[in-house]
Nanobody, 126 residues
Framework: QVHLVESGGGLVQAGGSLRLSCAAS????????MGWFRQAPGKEREFVGY????????FYAASVKGRFTISRDNAKNMMYLQMNSLKPEDTAIYYC???????????????????WGQGTQVTVSS
C-alpha cells in the first residue's frame, strides 16, 4: 500500500522559513512527477509546485515562485518543500502528491496525482 506522509509544518512568524518533508513508502516515486498543494480555510486546494519525473525540473505557482523550492532525494524516496520569506497568506494545510501512471497534460491539476498525503498545517503569523 502506498503512503505519503508530510511533516515539518508549524507556526512561524512572517518572514520566517519552514521546510516540509514528504516521505513515500509502498512504491518508488523516482520516476514519477510529484507535487505540493495547499488548502487554506474556506478555499479550494491550490497548486504550489511540482518536480518532474525526468530529472526533477521544478515549476511553481506565481504566488510562491522565488520563495519556495522543491527538492527530492530519490534514494530516500523523499521530497521537500523549502519555504522562505513566509507570508500570512501562505497559511494552509500543505499536501504532497505523487503521480501514479504516467503521463498527464498538466501537473498543475489535482487530477494528475493518484497518491496524496494527509497534510501538514503551516501557520504564518503577522
Amino acid at each position: 500500500q502506498v503512503h505519503l506522509v508530510e511533516s515539518g509544518g508549524g507556526l512561524v512568524q512572517a518572514g520566517g522559513s519552514l521546510r516540509l518533508s514528504c516521505a513515500a513508502s509502498g512504491r518508488t516515486f523516482s520516476s514519477s512527477t510529484m507535487g505540493w498543494f495547499r488548502q487554506a480555510p474556506g478555499k479550494e486546494r491550490e497548486f504550489v509546485g511540482y518536480s518532474r519525473r525526468d530529472g526533477g525540473s521544478t515549476f511553481y505557482a506565481a504566488s510562491v515562485k522565488g520563495r519556495f523550492t522543491i527538492s527530492r532525494d530519490n534514494a530516500k524516496n523523499m521530497m521537500y518543500l523549502q519555504m522562505n520569506s513566509l507570508k500570512p497568506e501562505d497559511t494552509a494545510i500543505y499536501y504532497c502528491a505523487g503521480e501514479g501512471l504516467c503521463c498527464h497534460s498538466s501537473y498543475y491539476l489535482n487530477t494528475a496525482y493518484d497518491y496524496w498525503g494527509q497534510g501538514t498545517q503551516v501557520t504564518v503569523s503577522s
